[in-house]
């Protein structure tokens, strides 16, 4: 009597499938099982594409990059989103869309082989290669200039007394790239963030590429909880800051012969429109000694601490008012828990009021020595 011995059941589920062969054995049919990996089975089930298919997507690649790279103003003008963003931004006629799309490309959606791992493309797929002379790099630094000189002029002629590390903190705060990032996003600037073969599936018009952002690793899976740390600049929103930055040097670049107030203009009302407190960046390590030396260079007399007002002196809560004057003229005024603490607190306040003095409009500019230095 012929046995067989079958593979048991449990054994297909395991990631290796079992291939029966019949051997023949002293007049007896055996079947064994060998393992396959499963792997080589899915490589042989996997649809692979034609050539004409693959001529196609070749074409659709080679357009998209050709129009990155040149980007023709026919081709740009017919881009809604690059049309949505120059009315929005009010930017002058003169202001070709091919330029604010070249705005949107950063230099770090190069797909070199340093930087896309074993071959361009195989991990970084939602961005085309792209020349030296199409990505926003220049103008991105002569708008981060641009942008450092406006600002810092602004912030000088409204406080002249300003020291150089408030002042430096200041400009920071009105143009770092987290900063900036928000102004980007706050202008609807879209992400690209669709595969190139998704776009050629999905037979999307070339022109949408052109008006959304392009950058390194706008493909790479986002994760909650987990940030991706680099040594260069390829997060997001340091992409929306290059572009910010771009769209400002361009806009300068294209109105500085008709228009040299424009782009000065467009940074106010887009950058220092938003409100900041001065008064927070400063922090005193000394204020009362720091005061003393301040009435000392200006010629004023000697600090001195008063106490203006007191309530429960001697009960678990005290509160201390003090002001601080210089001969009959009160400087500032603090209040605090202990003398002490009032004390400086009204030191504080008087150096934060000579620092953040803003001049009277047409009253001439205002020369400061400096710093006090302790």
């Not at 390590?285 to 301040?294: C, G, K, N, Q, W």
């Not at 601080?324 to 004390?343: D, I, Q």
Request: aromatic residues 8%; positive net charge; glycine residues 6%.
């Amino acid at each position: 009597m012929s046995r067989q011995i079958i593979a048991s059941s449990r054994l297909l589920k395991t990631p290796h499938v079992a291939t029966l062969y019949t051997r023949s054995f002293s007049g007896r049919s055996l079947i064994l099982s060998r393992p396959l990996h499963h792997k080589s089975v899915l490589q042989q089930k996997s649809p692979q594409l034609s050539t004409p298919q693959l001529d196609e997507y070749r074409g659709y690649y080679k357009q998209l990059q050709d129009a990155i790279n040149e980007v023709p103003e026919a081709l740009a003008s017919k881009s809604t989103a690059l049309n949505a963003l120059h009315s929005r931004l009010r930017l002058p006629k003169t202001f070709p869309n091919s330029t604010l799309a070249r705005c949107l490309t950063c230099r770090s959606s190069q797909l070199t082989p340093k930087n896309s791992g074993s071959s361009p493309g195989s991990a970084f797929t939602n961005t085309v290669p792209t020349n030296n002379f199409c990505d926003n790099h220049g103008l991105n630094i002569f708008g981060k200039n641009l942008l450092t000189y406006h600002v810092s002029r602004q912030i000088m002629a409204q406080y002249p007394r300003l020291p150089t590390v408030v002042l430096n903190a200041a400009v920071d705060a009105y143009i770092s790239h987290n900063v900036l990032a928000s102004v980007g996003k706050s202008w609807g600037i879209e992400l690209e963030n669709t595969s190139v073969m998704d776009r050629y599936l999905k037979e999307e018009p070339i022109q949408l590429t052109l008006g959304r952002l392009r950058f390194f690793n706008n493909s790479l899976k986002r994760e909650d909880g987990v940030e991706v740390i680099a040594g260069q600049n390829f997060s997001e929103e340091a992409a929306y800051a290059l572009a910010v930055r771009s769209i400002i040097g361009a806009l300068w670049a294209y109105t500085n012969e008709t228009n040299p107030a424009l782009a000065f203009k467009f940074i106010d009302d887009h950058i220092l429109s938003r409100k900041l407190d001065v008064t927070k960046i400063f922090q005193f390590e000394h204020p009362t000694r720091e005061l003393a030396v301040l009435c000392r260079r200006e010629g004023l007399e000697a600090p001195v601490s008063k106490l203006l007002a007191e309530s429960g002196r001697h009960s678990k809560a005290p509160v201390f008012i003090v002001g601080v004057f210089s001969g009959l003229e009160k400087l500032g005024e603090g209040f605090g828990a202990s003398l002490k603490e009032a004390k400086a607190r009204a030191a504080t306040d008087a150096l934060t009021k000579w620092y953040c003095y803003e001049p009277v409009k047409g009253q001439p500019s205002v020369i400061d020595h400096g710093a006090v230095i302790v």
